[in-house]
């Protein structure tokens, strides 16, 4: 066989190996996301119980933030939201310490912020390579956006 028909089949079959294993990557990186975002839903829907059956005066608005549902295209919108939930319940509170059943919610909150934004990071970080995304390797999947803004 010739040699520099050698070395062009070696280097292809490299860089098919390496296409394929970095898509495999992305693929758990997405489901790691997707694990991520549905964590952070349960953690959100959980405060918004624990407000409701706290602060019986706040029910209807935790109820109103409960139905946003979190998805990948509109994070903010459910963000926002649970943002006006806390400003309403720090009016309630006030100075006093929150109960705590409800910093126990508020911690899992931020823990499950922090691990999606995590994930987030990790994916953009792969997906904005310019091999990858000259390859397209991320599908049709949308970028991922962070839920504590941009880094």
Known sequence: MNLPLLVLAVALTLCAAWAFNTA???NRLHIRLDRSRDALQAALDRRCAVVAVL???LAALAAQT????????????RLSQET???????ERVGQNPWPPQLQDA??????ALRFYDDAVADTRALRLRPAVR?????????LPQFALGDR
């Open 24 to 26: 495999q990557r992305l």
């Open 84 to 90: 006006q939930l806390t400003e309403a319940l720090r």
């Open 134 to 142: 000259v390859l397209r390797l991320g599908g049709t999947a949308t």
């Open 106 to 111: 508020h911690t899992r909150v931020e823990l």
């Open 66 to 77: 409960e139905q946003i549902p979190l998805t990948a295209t509109d994070l903010q919108r």
């Open 55 to 57: 602060f019986p005066e």
